[in-house]
T-cell receptor, first 114, second 117 residues
């Protein structure tokens, strides 16, 4: 069993729709959770990071963590064609995740249809 | 913001040759850089942690003699794929820690796509 499971998609939704992206994990030691966005042929860029269970909102993006279920989500409201990319979840055990090994999901390829 | 430059962005080489990929932090110093490998439709796999002035720390299953990492300065780390073979064809991405806004985050390079013929 992989430590982090993520549906690779592809996922296509019409512009303006709400997008829900999800990851599950098996390692209960994971405490810090991140979402990265990766455009084609580019490196990942950090979208959001969270620690505690619950929701964290940043503009059109909301990250949700449920540690009891080992389940995290990223919601995108009012989706735009520019949101079309691959979204990767990542997790780490310790807070200094700049120097900590990150475990990534496979990424979900998202396409927003105009 | 923090920028990590990776070069070359793509390279094609013949089997048996060696290829060097550079990773530079442009506006900050990076004591630690990370090298990842990404296959199509698969997640980023950490290959090694590159430490300035010391030997790299390799993940289990990654051949040290195959993937040579040098971190000679606080702004430059290099990955050399030695005696490359077609199975080494992949997308290689580096990252470095940047500090800002009260949080330590990783900044990724744009990646280098290696094709070995």
């Amino acid at each position: 069993q992989k430590e982090v499971e993520q549906d690779p998609g592809p996922l296509s939704v019409p512009e303006g729709a709400i997008v829900s992206l999800n990851c599950t994990y098996s390692n209960s030691a994971f405490q810090y959770f991140m979402w990265y966005r990766q455009y084609s042929r580019k490196g990942p860029e950090l979208l959001m990071y969270t620690y505690s269970s619950g929701n964290k909102e940043d503009g059109r993006f909301t990250a949700q963590v449920d540690k009891s279920s080992k389940y995290i989500s990223l919601f995108i409201r009012d989706s735009q064609p520019s949101d079309s990319a691959t979204y990767l979840c990542a997790m780490s055990v310790r807070s200094n995740f700049g120097n900590e090994k990150l475990t990534f999901g496979t990424g979900t390829r998202l396409t927003i249809i105009p | 913001g923090a920028v990590v430059s990776q070069h070359p962005s793509w390279v094609i080489c013949k089997s048996g040759t060696s290829v060097k990929i550079e990773c530079r932090s442009l506006d900050f110093q990076a004591t630690t850089m990370f090298w990842y490998r990404q296959f199509p439709k698969q997640s980023l796999m950490l290959m090694a942690t590159s430490n300035e002035g010391s030997k790299a720390t390799y993940e289990q299953g990654v051949e040290k003699d195959k993937f040579l990492i040098n971190h000679a300065s606080l702004t430059l780390s290099t990955l050399t794929v030695t005696s490359a073979h077609p199975e080494d064809s992949s997308f290689y991405i580096c990252s470095a820690r940047a500090t800002g806004a009260g949080a330590n985050v990783l900044t990724f390079g744009a990646g280098s796509r290696l094709t070995v013929l």
